[in-house]
Antibody, heavy 122, light 107 residues
């Protein structure tokens, strides 16, 4: 059974850096896109971007381009989402998700992690 | 960026009701649309992909339709477990966007 295990909750101060992770198991990690989704407190889902671990091809939603970095280490089946300088507005739940199937550049995501809660507060 | 607009934002209904949620895209997305259900404190769950294909294990009371710019999610007979928030998402050309969500609440 496909599993995505996300790293634990984080509490950080504004200006600090952070890298959260998403480890895939029970499938060939390199062969499936991993996406990241933000959900701010009490708000809806926002697509941030995704990565293909096999060749590290990465796409970002325009709203998140330059704000975060998505990466992956296929040797340890882990994808990452990182910030170089956190803001209070980065406080949110962050989910990773794995594609189920793609048709060209159109992929839908049927496997989700449980989420990582990031709190940024002074 | 393609914008996705759901309506209504909130829907009050009773067990056994038939309900429909609408999702409109700002430009044609063919049938590259998924529907998700999310309950409080939980990850989203995929219900439907490619506008009308039911994900494995999802009850048949859920159905999706549409193409181009207008799509619907219908629940034929609401069950207590269905009260949740529903999101549409387009997945065309690597830049995916969610609708703002529809909260389905008990009347």
């Amino acid at each position: 059974e496909v599993q995505l295990v996300q790293s634990g909750a984080e509490v950080k101060k504004p200006g600090e850096s952070l890298k959260i992770s998403c480890k895939g198991s029970e499938y060939t990690f390199s062969n499936y896109w991993i996406g990241w989704v933000r959900q701010m407190p009490g708000k809806g889902l926002e697509w941030m971007g995704m990565i293909y671990p096999g060749d590290s091809d990465t796409t970002y939603s325009p709203s998140f381009q330059g704000q975060v970095t998505i990466s992956a280490d296929k040797a340890i089946s882990t994808a990452y989402l990182q910030w170089s300088s956190l803001k209070a507005s980065d406080t949110a739940m962050y989910y990773c998700a794995r594609q189920t199937e793609c048709s060209g550049s159109s992929c839908y995501f049927g496997y989700w992690g449980l989420g990582t809660l990031v709190t940024v507060s002074s | 960026d393609i914008q996705m607009t759901q309506s209504p934002s909130t829907l009050s209904a009773s067990v056994g009701d038939r309900v429909t949620i609408t999702c409109r895209a700002s430009q044609s997305i063919s049938r590259w649309l998924a529907w998700y259900q999310q309950k409080p404190g939980k990850a989203p769950k995929l219900l439907i992909y490619k506008a009308s294909t039911l994900e494995s294990g999802v009850p048949s009371r859920f159905s999706g339709s549409g193409s181009g710019t207008e799509f619907t999610l219908t629940i034929s007979s609401l069950q207590p477990d269905d009260f949740a928030t529903y999101y549409c998402q387009h997945y065309m050309t690597y830049s995916y966007t969610f609708g703002q969500g529809t909260k389905l609440e008990l009347k």
